[in-house]
């Protein structure tokens, strides 16, 4: 089945929240006025995939459209065939 958004759009996947941990540079960090720290990215991360969890909304889980909206289960309508207005916006990506 596909899965369509209130606002006509195609469900693409899921919104997940994956754990993880930003490197930063050792020398770079600073504290700020208010007493917080602040430090340079490295732009390296080591993802912890085993602790990846679907993302919840009130305790249901979000989908996102093809725009990136997100979109509660509950507010999601299954179809049986693609809509015929997502074909042919398809075709004309394709053309």
Known sequence: M???APNGKL???TA?????LGYVHSDSFVR?????LTAEHTGRSRVYWDGQEREKHDNQ???LDETGEEWRADQ??????MPKQVARQREKENA
């Not at 997940?16 to 993880?20: F, G």
């Open 2 to 4: 596909y899965a369509l």
């Open 76 to 81: 999601i309508t299954l179809l049986d065939a």
């Open 61 to 63: 889980p979000v989908y």
């Open 16 to 20: 997940d929240l994956i754990p993880a």
């Open 11 to 13: 469900i693409i996947g």
């Open 32 to 36: 700020n006025a208010n007493g917080t």
